[in-house]
């Protein structure tokens, strides 16, 4: 079992109350406060636990969100997730429950593609075990855990679908195939399979499974002892969970997948049937090189050397020649925060905004695209990562998707870390320096999507004044936390940095002193009452870090 995820399948909830909001639609240019638009600012409360129950799933919005996926289909925006609730609300209700929008603001519960586990993983298990000389374990016996689906519209036969692969972890040991909650039997936990099935009818959750995909291997061969469980060595070199899907401009079909162990393997399917091209055979080898050549090569690696490192769910998308790679570091609860490569090939190397490889995996890779914070006047998120990267249907602009945990403890809650409430918020595509225009990397808003109307041009007289300024850098378990920067009338910084700053509004960046940071309007989700402000966000090559800011009122 992957122990990072323990804290999603064992939570006991008490509930706590939940604040209100109010609406505040002025344009921030608008000195008088005057300007109303026809648009309203989201009132749900992040601390959704008083209507966590399953009765009021209808009313729940963003809440319950953990490793979510998106895509457009017949109008919508549907979005489905691992199967993580706040008191396991949604335990016993069928899985990989969803969501679908309009707006990416306004979301409908929708349910999930089946009830309980497809026949063809038992089936597939006990095959495996009876290949490796062990015996089957009991259909009744065998434990289940449902996670991280990633969901794509693609064309088959000339007929718009939804195709989603999703992730079925056996939860019990390999020697005797007790489940995991017995006594450690001297080996590791069982192998992840991946499953596809495929829709045309998403709102009624109307789902055909077509079953096996691929699951977690092995170069070790059959050697799967572990000599105590501090033993965090790897039986699986792939770990079967956290796929993601792309079409490749060519055609061709790649799923990309893994999480904690080895790295990340990149599989060819085949286009129509969405199963793998090329045969598999079985889930183990005698070396990493024999299992590489069938279960497909390792395109990235967080620490070449390392058997348990801490990463996982990648996300890819194509833009502009690049492919670029989104991948979640560290554990879940507080630290999760996440970081993008690219490369011109699907099969890499992926290299970071200094030129690190992750394919080889030659260190941590930046930009941080997002990561824990806090702006005055809230509690701020942790646990942000685990993405799904999409474009909104008929635009140009792109969007990052995750769960944000509020931090422990909050209100007196001793579970408010189990909150996990959906965050969409734009992505903005920065300069690596100011020396390098075109040289654009992706990173996300410091405030969540809003849908705030575009009200012209942003001068730079609109600007001047105190903002909150987050240098968003990596701190382990740490919330980056903002502190006062004023950008003054005659072009000078003051506060948290010193120095110039300059405005370009025709390509809304900003120039803070070497750092080019881009400006948006966003709605201030900390204010009370919410309220429409500017913000920023950029990074630079050299700065291992990524700037995040909003205006104060």
């Not at 709102?203 to 059959?222: E, F, M, N, P, Q």
């Not at 998120?381 to 944000?404: A, D, L, P």
Request: glycine residues 8%.
């Amino acid at each position: 079992m992957n122990l990072k995820y323990f804290l999603i399948l064992s939570l006991t909830i008490t509930a706590i109350s939940m604040a209100g909001c109010n609406n505040d639609h002025t344009d921030p240019d608008d000195d008088d406060n005057d300007t109303i638009d026809a648009f309203t600012i989201p009132a749900y409360a992040d601390d959704y636990s008083s209507i966590a129950s399953w009765s009021d799933r209808n009313i729940w919005n963003l809440a319950n969100v953990h490793d979510p996926s998106v895509a457009f289909y017949d109008g919508y925006y549907y979005m489905y997730g691992t199967d993580a609730s706040y008191g396991n609300a949604a335990e016993g209700h069928g899985h990989f429950q969803g969501k679908r929008s309009t707006d990416l603001v306004n979301w409908q519960w929708v349910g999930g593609p089946f009830y309980e586990a497809p026949s063809w993983v038992a089936d597939s298990l006990n095959a495996i075990r009876s290949r490796m000389g062990l015996d089957a374990i009991a259909r009744e016996n065998i434990v289940y855990g449902y996670w991280a689906p990633v969901v794509r519209r693609v064309n088959v036969g000339g007929q718009e679908i939804l195709r989603m692969y999703y992730c079925i972890v056996i939860q019990n040991y390999i020697k005797t195939g007790n489940p995991i909650s017995a006594s450690f039997d001297g080996s590791w936990s069982e192998r992840a399979f991946i499953g596809m099935c495929e829709s045309t009818d998403p709102a009624g959750a109307v789902w055909t499974d077509k079953g096996y995909i691929t699951c977690s291997s092995s170069d070790r061969g059959l050697d799967y002892t572990r000599a105590s469980t501090n033993d965090w060595s790897a039986y699986f070199y792939y770990n079967a969970i956290d796929p993601t899907y792309i079409v490749a401009p060519e055609g061709k079909h790649y799923l990309i997948y893994g999480s904690w162990h080895s790295g990340f393997a990149l599989l060819q399917l085949n286009a129509a049937t969405g199963k793998p091209l090329n045969t598999q055979g079985n889930p183990w080898a005698n070396s990493a090189g024999e299992l590489t050549a069938r279960y497909g090569p390792r395109i990235g690696t967080r620490t070449a050397s390392s058997r348990w490192q801490a990463s996982e769910a990648p996300e890819i998308i194509f833009k502009d020649g690049y492919y670029y790679l989104f991948m979640a570091y560290d554990p879940l609860d507080i630290p999760y925060n996440t970081r993008v490569v690219r490369s011109t090939n699907i099969e890499g190397p992926y290299l970071d905004i200094t030129g690190r490889s992750f394919t080889s995996g030659s260190g941590d890779c930046y930009p941080i695209v997002i990561h824990p914070y806090k702006f005055n006047l809230s509690y701020g998120w942790v646990g942000i990562s685990h993405c799904c990267i999409f474009r909104k249907e008929n635009t140009n602009e792109w969007f990052y998707m995750s769960q944000g945990r509020l931090p422990e403890n909050v209100g007196g809650n001793p579970y408010s870390n189990a909150i996990m409430m959906g965050h969409v918020r734009r992505i903005v595509w920065c300069p690596a320096s100011a020396g390098e225009p075109d040289n654009l990397w992706p990173v996300a808003l410091p405030e969540r999507y809003a849908a705030v109307p575009d009200w012209g041009t942003i001068t730079r007289d609109s600007l001047v004044g105190t903002w909150e300024h987050i240098n968003l850098s990596y701190n382990y378990r740490v919330q980056n936390t903002a502190t006062a920067l004023t950008l003054n009338a005659d072009g000078t910084l003051s506060g948290a940095l010193t120095g110039n700053w300059s405005y370009d509004p025709t390509k809304k960046q900003l120039i803070l002193g070497n750092v080019v940071v881009c400006v948006e309007r966003e709605v201030d989700w900390e204010a009370n009452p919410r309220r429409v402000t500017f913000v920023y966000a950029g990074t630079e090559r050299n700065l291992n870090a990524t700037y995040w800011g909003k205006k104060k009122k």
